[in-house]
């Protein structure tokens, strides 16, 4: 919880940054990151099935089956994001004409995502890893290891965005690089933990393991992991549709949603990281067969993640100018702002029944179920913003009804699955 919230601070500095120079930055970011987000969140989620495996592996004490899978994780997970390097570096600026990115825009995007796109050489090597060290309930590293990238990224932001200490003044580009310079810094630190202390790592390989290691558990971890990785990505192509929605009305719209949303994903780091742990003990409850400890650890997560979503409603409903202008000093868009950026914040009830919930059903082995309400989701919220944007003329308010809809319909829908799960 600790490493992400950092993690997402640093992102949302960033975007305080860039959007105190020109809110047209803010719906660059937005339009470039959103794809690339899309892709890279494909190959964290496809790991989901060997965190599971492995979870379920330690409940039942099979820590050689649960060694299995993560050395094989290991070995084979970093081949999907080398193509993903490829395709963003010399693809990117098809992918942005698709999603109706303007002729002004459209340069900021292409030069940040091939200045950041090198971080998917190191994208399997992070996933992976991330699994053994939430396996092996050994996160403090995480923590060390997000507050070196984030500071890390803060100064670089500072120096090569403003042009300070005598280097050259890049703006949007200085961001991307300072984010690929971090990302790199913190992969190196990782590794010295994990060769420093090994013995830490119960569910992690030795290399001879990890040479040796067959391509069959990892087939058997992807064939659980693909259905949250085609979870992820249908979410993530509904809001890529739902950006192109707000390309239409003006090309600052996207910009505007970006900034109300990176508000938002600073409490939905808090929830995912329950969401995360939630995974991870239900799944070693389920191969214990322990029904009372899945549920203990599912409700608990719950009324935590409702006490975040509560806390977020009540300080932007107080505090929504001042939010605003963290990210820009337009008036004109912090008022019509307001109203948007409260939306999102109740939106996060919602948000906090489909995390946790869905990590306990995933835990439990069934992934197929997340992804069937997912792909209704993502038709829903999509028709739904179109009728409202272009039938109804709601504009921008349009898009947050659509999503506001969305969240609490799957919210209800994966609460009842959740309640109905026996061992």
Not at 120 to 142: C, D, E, R
Not at 174 to 184: F, H, P, V
Not at 205 to 230: D, H, T
Not at 319 to 345: G, Q, W
């Amino acid at each position: 919880m600790l490493s992400n919230l950092i993690s997402q601070l640093q992102m949302m500095i960033d975007r305080i940054f860039l959007g105190r120079l020109d809110i047209i930055y803010m719906s660059a970011v937005g339009n470039a990151t959103s794809p690339v987000w899309t892709t890279m969140s494909f190959v964290y989620s496809l790991s989901m099935g060997a965190s599971i495996l492995i979870s379920q592996a330690v409940g039942a004490n099979d820590l050689k089956k649960a060694k299995e899978y993560s050395a094989a994780m290991l070995k084979y997970h970093n081949i999907v994001p080398v193509f993903l390097f490829f395709f963003w570096m010399f693809f990117s600026p098809f992918v942005f004409k698709l999603m109706g990115v303007s002729e002004n825009v459209m340069p900021h995007c292409v030069n940040y995502t091939r200045i950041y796109a090198p971080v998917f050489l190191i994208v399997g090597f992070g996933a992976a890893y991330g699994v053994i060290f939430q396996t092996s309930n050994y996160t403090k590293p995480l923590v060390i290891y997000g507050l070196i990238r984030s500071l890390l990224n803060i100064f670089l932001d500072y120096v090569l965005i403003f042009g300070n200490f005598g280097f050259p003044r890049m703006e949007i580009n200085g961001a991307a690089l300072g984010t690929t310079i971090a990302e790199y810094v913190g992969s190196v630190y990782l590794l010295a933990v994990v060769i420093i202390q090994r013995n830490k790592f119960f569910t992690g390989p030795g290399l001879k393991e990890i040479f040796r290691a067959k391509i069959l558990p990892y087939f058997s971890s992807v064939k659980l992991g693909v259905n949250s990785a085609l979870e992820d990505l249908l979410w993530n192509l509904g809001n890529l549709s739902i950006i192109k929605i707000l390309n239409k009305i003006d090309e600052r719209a996207a910009g505007v949603y970006s900034m109300v949303f990176t508000v938002e994903v600073v409490f939905v780091v808090i929830i995912g990281a329950l969401g995360s742990g939630t995974l991870t003990v239900s799944g070693e409850a389920t191969g214990a067969k322990d029904l009372n400890m899945f549920r203990k650890v599912v409700n608990t997560s719950l009324k935590w993640s409702f006490c975040v979503a509560a806390a977020a409603l009540i300080f932007v409903s107080i505090f929504p100018r001042f939010t605003l202008s963290l990210f820009t000093i337009d008036k004109s868009v912090i008022e019509s702002s307001v109203l948007y950026i409260i939306l999102v914040a109740a939106n996060l009830f919602g948000k906090s029944t489909n995390i946790i919930a869905g990590s306990g059903i995933r835990g439990y082995g069934n992934t197929k179920w997340m992804l069937i309400t997912q792909a209704f989701g993502t038709v829903d919220v999509v028709l739904i913003a179109l009728l409202c944007v272009f039938v109804f003329k709601l504009g921008m308010l349009g898009v947050f009804i659509a999503v506001l809809f969305d969240e609490a319909f799957r919210a209800v829908v994966n609460f009842v699955k959740y309640k109905k799960i026996q061992f």
